[in-house]
């Protein structure tokens, strides 16, 4: 097997078992609470963000099913070890996934709004950043792009990304009027992104 095969394969492998774990934590979220509306969400962002999204996941697919049809955004001077760093940056984030997603458990949303009965998740990576799910998201979409030596994947992860940061202070408000004191202590020992070193 090629090179350009054996990291298709890798990519394709880990992308399947991400979404395949996320899925089911979100479906048995959402079967221990009701769903969540949208509606609290800031609808450019959310529009932006799921544009970036589409074309970004759009551009992984096509370039497993066939690598030519993204010739035009390849990065053909990026060296295998590089490739293959990047194939390693999303294979140590898929259990960092398991890790956030298993310790936030039910109370996982797709919105900014929360659950009836949310609780406020100080465990896990939540016990040092706020928002591992955006961390390791942007470490997974950049191993990606990495991988597949594809600026367009890249350029779509950033487009996805940025709504996301932009999002996270409503995430935060609505997380403090539910959480009040509580969240706003938590917040002063925790980072957003990246743990407090100080």
Do not use: C
């Amino acid at each position: 097997m090629s090179q350009e095969n054996l990291i298709r394969f890798s990519i394709l492998i880990l992308l399947v078992a991400v979404f395949t774990m996320s899925g089911r934590f979100r479906r048995r979220a959402d079967q221990a609470d009701r769903k969540v509306s949208p509606e609290q969400e800031d609808q450019l962002l959310h529009k932006l963000r799921s544009l970036g999204a589409m074309l970004m996941y759009g551009g992984v697919l096509v370039y497993l099913i066939n690598p030519p049809w993204m010739r035009w955004s390849q990065v053909t001077t990026l060296p295998g070890w590089v490739r293959w760093v990047g194939v390693g940056l999303v294979a140590l984030v898929a259990p960092l996934f398991y890790w956030q997603l298993s310790s936030l458990g039910k109370n996982i949303t797709k919105t900014v709004a929360i659950r009836s009965e949310h609780q406020l998740v100080t465990s896990g990576p939540y016990k040092y950043i706020r928002h591992p799910l955006y961390a390791f998201g942007f470490v997974f979409i950049v191993g990606t792009a990495i991988a597949l030596a594809n600026w367009f994947v890249f350029g779509m992860a950033v487009l996805t990304w940025i709504p996301l940061a932009m999002r996270t202070p409503l995430e935060e408000e609505k997380l403090i009027e539910a959480f009040g004191d509580q969240y706003r202590e938590y917040m002063k020992r925790t980072g957003r992104y990246f743990p407090k070193v100080f």
